[in-house]
């Protein structure tokens, strides 16, 4: 069981595993074609770990195949959790458990 994880060194190995296992290129078709299945693998067995880590390393995959590197990808991933904690959103109590929730815009 890992303590941590350095998510920078992590996606420098998973890119120099996937450009050498899928090939170069921004393969951007084939990589949400992937997630979509693997979405439906979730949505099958929604308690496995592992099918919501498929969709995760496939996303950082298509972010570091649209030309970015694993800083600013880790950086995204800081930045885009403190928009989402600064904005307001409604009471998950009212909400849908089957649906999305929306932030309040």
């Known amino acids: 069981m890992a303590d941590s994880l350095d ?8 890119r120099e595993f996937s450009r ?4 170069p290129g921004n393969r951007a078709a084939g990589v949400i074609a992937h997630i979509r299945k693997e979405l ?4 099958a067995n929604p308690t496995d770990v ?6 995760i390393l496939l996303a950082l ?17 800081i930045i885009k959790q403190e928009r989402n904690e600064g904005r307001r959103w409604p ?15």
């Open 40 to 43: 439906s693998e979730v949505e």
């Open 20 to 23: 050498r296992t899928f090939g």
């Open 91 to 105: 009471d998950w109590q009212m909400s849908d458990p089957n649906g999305p929730i929306e932030h309040i815009r």
């Open 61 to 77: 995959d298509g972010a570091w195949r649209a030309g970015h590197s694993p800083e600013i990808i880790a950086n995204a991933i």
């Open 50 to 55: 592992f099918e919501w880590v498929d969709v």
């Open 7 to 14: 998510l920078v060194a992590h996606i420098y190995r998973q």
